[in-house]
C-alpha cells in the first residue's frame, strides 16, 4: 500500500513538471513573474541566511578551539576546519534544510490557497497554463538566486569566525587567516553550488506538488506544507548523500 502510494505521488508529480516545464505562453509575463520570485523566495531570505551563517561560523571556530584543539595541532586548525564545514556541508546542505522550512512552506501555502481559492481553476478556465504560469517562474527563481545565497553563506560564516577573534579573543587573527587559507581546493566551493542547485529544484518542485494538489480547505492547506517541509527535508537529505559521493 506505501509502495502504491509513492508511486501514484511521483507519477501525478512528473505529470505535472512536464506541464510545468513547457514553453511560456507570455515571455512578458512570466519575466516579471521570474523576478517577483527571485525577491519573494530569495532576496526576502538572505537576512536569516546571514544571520544564522554568522553564528554557526562563530560557534563552530569556538568549539574547535576550546574542546578539540591541543597542543600537538598547530594553531591554525580551527580556522581550517571552520572553513572546511561551510564549505562541505553548512552553507549547501544544511542551509538549503533550514530554507526548505521557510521557502517550502511559502510555496506550498501560497498555492494550496490558490487553489481553495479556485484561482487555479479560473486560470484554466481562461486557457492559461496554471503549472506553467504559476509554478516555472518559482523553480527558475529559486534555481537562480539559491547559489547566490550559498556564496553569502559561507562568507558570513567567515565572518562570524573573525568576529570571535577580534571580539572573543578565542583565537588570534593571523592564526584564523593562516587556517582559512590553509591547502584550500576551490572544488569545494563549486562542489557547494552545484549541489544548492540540486537542493533549489526539490525545494521548488516538491513545494509547488503539494500545494498545487491540495483538496479541500484551509485545513488541508496546512497539512499540505507541513507535508512539501517534511518531504523536502528528506529529498534533500537523502540526494545530499549521494551528490557528495558523486562529486567528490
Known sequence: MLITN???????????????????????MFLKQYVKEMVQLGVDSIGIVLLISFFIGAVICIQIKLNIQSPWMPLWVSGYVTREIMLLEF???IMCLIL???????IASELGTMRTTQQIDALEIMGVNPASFLILPKIAGLITIMPLLVIFSTFSGIIGAYATAYIG???????????????????????????????????????????????????????????????????????????????S
Open 169 to 247: 579573543h578565542i583565537i588570534t587573527p593571523s592564526d584564523l587567516t593562516a587556517g582559512l587559507q590553509h591547502s584550500f581546493t576551490q572544488w569545494f566551493f563549486w562542489m557547494g553550488v552545484i549541489k544548492s542547485l540540486f537542493f533549489a529544484f526539490i525545494i521548488s518542485s516538491v513545494s509547488s506538488f503539494y500545494g498545487y494538489n491540495v483538496e479541500g480547505g484551509s485545513i488541508e492547506v496546512g497539512k499540505a506544507s507541513t507535508n512539501a517541509v517534511v518531504s523536502c527535508s528528506m529529498l534533500i537529505l537523502f540526494s545530499d548523500l549521494f551528490l557528495t559521493q558523486l562529486l
Open 100 to 106: 526548505s522550512g521557510k521557502v517550502g512552506s511559502n
Open 6 to 28: 509513492f508511486l501514484n505521488a511521483f507519477g501525478r508529480y512528473l505529470m505535472l513538471m512536464g506541464r510545468t516545464f513547457s514553453r511560456p505562453e507570455r515571455m512578458r
Open 91 to 93: 552553507s549547501s546542505s
